[in-house]
């Protein structure tokens, strides 16, 4: 089965995702940030992080989950570690404030860290590492989300996606950016895989029999499973203690037992952590991560990873996006 698409630009991608946002009851400052957070994802080739998202979006303000209004809060608890309380909003303005602060915190002392709490993270998590990198600095971060994942060895889901990002700076040029889901593929992925008829590599999940298929479908009513077997079991589980009780929030298990069920981005922490490496090391790396990288790419078969991302980026013209989609959001707007 093949989805119809419509080709639509950029700038039309991002005003369609803010009226509908603004149309169910986000003030002006939050739906700018989640349409600008959208219309990259597209612009990039994330259509899973995408226009795919907004539906969900447009639900939890629907229920009144997330408020649509919120202003994200700043704390300094050290000179080095920031608090922001998203106020139950979206976590896209979240970081408009909170990674500003986190990036100046970096730069003159070498290393500090963010924790959000009370956000609703719904994105790729490329663009917090990414914003962190452009100034020189090195970034990381997680999330964890409701369970969906089951640990390795077991059928019964336990962890969240748990996606982890990193990026590496590099003076004049794309920063090493890498962004994955500990799962052995992002949820958004498997529904789309399922809505499009598409199969999927067998190990990536479970059926709700608990029997190992190929159907997108099916694991998206079962289980998925995490990637490497144990080796992405233990990077899940670090997820969940870095996300959950480091920063001062969840479990995937507790925001379960907590969310309302509306199909939308559940409340949760997100922890980011900045650091300088011509601080921390004492002198500038950028030329010996270029003969590294130079060693690297003259590995056939090597990719950077993020180059494709960036790749897609140079192209400013339109994207085809699934028809059926388009329709909803319209209606939305």
Known sequence: MTSK?????????????????????????????????????????????????IPGYIKALQSKKVDGSATPEISEVT?????CDAKNGFAPLAHQYGIKKLIEAAQKFGIAGLSIQRCHHFAALWPEV????????????????????????GATA????????????????????????????????????ARDGH??????????????????????????????????SVIALMVELLSGPLVGETFSYETKERDNGDGGPAQGGQ???????????????????EEFLKKYNNIDGTRLPGLRRHENRKN??????NLELINTIKKLA
């Open 5 to 53: 698409t419509i080709n639509i630009g950029l700038d039309e991608i991002f005003s369609l995702a803010k009226a509908a946002l603004i149309n169910h009851g986000a003030n002006e400052e939050n739906a700018d940030a989640v349409a600008n957070t959208v219309t990259n994802a597209e612009r990039d080739g994330s259509i899973s992080h995408g226009l795919f998202r």
């Open 79 to 83: 000179p080095v570690i920031l608090k």
């Open 130 to 153: 990414e914003a962190i990198s452009e100034h020189g600095l090195v970034g990381l971060t997680s999330v964890s989300y409701m369970p969906g994942v089951a640990p390795s060895g």
């Open 158 to 193: 336990l962890f969240g996606t748990n996606p982890i990002a990193f990026s590496w700076p590099r003076p004049g040029k794309n920063p090493i950016v890498f962004d994955m889901a500990t799962a052995s593929m992002a949820k958004g992925e498997i529904q789309i895989a």
């Open 199 to 232: 199969s999927v590599p067998l190990g990536t999940g479970l059926s709700s029999s608990g029997e190992l298929t190929t159907d997108a479908s099916e694991i998206d009513k079962g289980v998925l499973l995490p990637f490497g077997g144990h080796k992405g």
């Open 271 to 289: 922890f980011i952590l900045a650091m300088s490496p011509e601080i921390i090391s004492g002198k500038d790396t950028s030329a010996q991560t």
């Open 316 to 321: 400013i013209g339109p994207r085809a996006v």
